[in-house]
């Protein structure tokens, strides 16, 4: 549950539409819900302003499934990451209006009211073999109702493809960059802007850079004091850190308007 919807909940019980026994029963669950495979957290998104999301990998279609739709049962956005075709196939029997995106194996399920966009995220990657990780970044910072540009292929090895962007840097409140090889790009784009980057390694590379590796370390050790690093090929992770930053940079630019 969000705060918007525990208010209209209780908005509801003051009307009368919703007797207190009902909203009772509807609040009953939090702070979660044990549906026997899972425990799921409908209580995060009011600790943290963001929901709990499924890490599909690793269970099956009828699990992510089950968890899905007791996720959209409370009207939340749902989102789950490194799914399938058949568990996204699983998930869509159940929730026609789930989304699969291939690309990203992401599936979302978009519930919550059209509302403004809460910061700006850029998502850039080295190559176009990271694109799955990078849109995976993007299609979760734009379930959590952040502005997203993408900038990809404008990698270390042609320098000036970087460049020919870089008035769409700078309007960002934070760069997520996904990059594999010898993961160099994140320190170049720190120098040219002045936001927090998020940079991931990728585990695009021939055998020495050790399925990720070599770029996690090279980003590690960037000389680009901004950059902050996530693990390998997790675009999930760094979405929902630049989604913060992002929403923090919003709250602060209109503070300081009023």
């Known amino acids: 549950m969000t705060p918007t919807s525990i208010l209209e909940l209780l908005a509801e019980v003051e009307r009368g539409s919703v007797t207190p026994e009902e909203g009772a029963a509807r609040l009953a669950s939090l702070p979660f819900e044990d549906i026997g495979h899972t425990r799921i957290d409908h209580h995060r998104s009011l600790r943290t302003g963001l929901p709990e ?38 998930v869509q ?6 989304v699969y995106h291939e690309l990203a194996r992401a599936i979302t399920l978009r519930q919550s009211a059209s509302r403004p966009t809460q910061g700006h995220v850029a998502v850039l990657c080295a190559g176009t073999s990271d694109l799955p990780v990078a849109e995976e970044a993007a299609v979760t910072a734009e379930l959590f109702n952040t502005r997203v540009t993408r900038l990809y292929d404008v990698g270390v090895a042609g320098l000036h493809r970087l460049l020919a962007v870089r008035e769409d840097l700078v309007t960002a409140d934070a760069v997520i960059v996904c990059a594999g090889m010898e993961g160099a790009l994140p320190s170049v784009v720190g120098g040219l802007v002045g936001v927090p980057v998020l940079a991931v390694p990728t585990s695009v590379g021939y055998g020495a850079s050790f399925a990720g590796a070599a770029a996690l370390l090279g980003m590690l050790n960037s000389c680009s004091p901004n950059v902050s690093v996530v693990n390998i090929d997790n675009g999930f992770g760094a979405a929902y850190t630049a989604t913060l ?13 009023t």
């Open 53 to 90: 999301v499924i890490y599909a990998a690793g269970k099956t279609p009828e699990q992510v499934a089950q968890i899905f739709l007791h996720m959209a049962m409370r009207g939340t956005d749902v989102l789950a990451t490194r799914a399938t075709r058949p568990t996204a196939e699983a």
């Open 93 to 98: 029997n159940l929730l026609p209006g789930a």
């Open 245 to 257: 930053i992002a929403r923090a940079s919003c709250r602060a630019s209109s503070s300081s308007h």
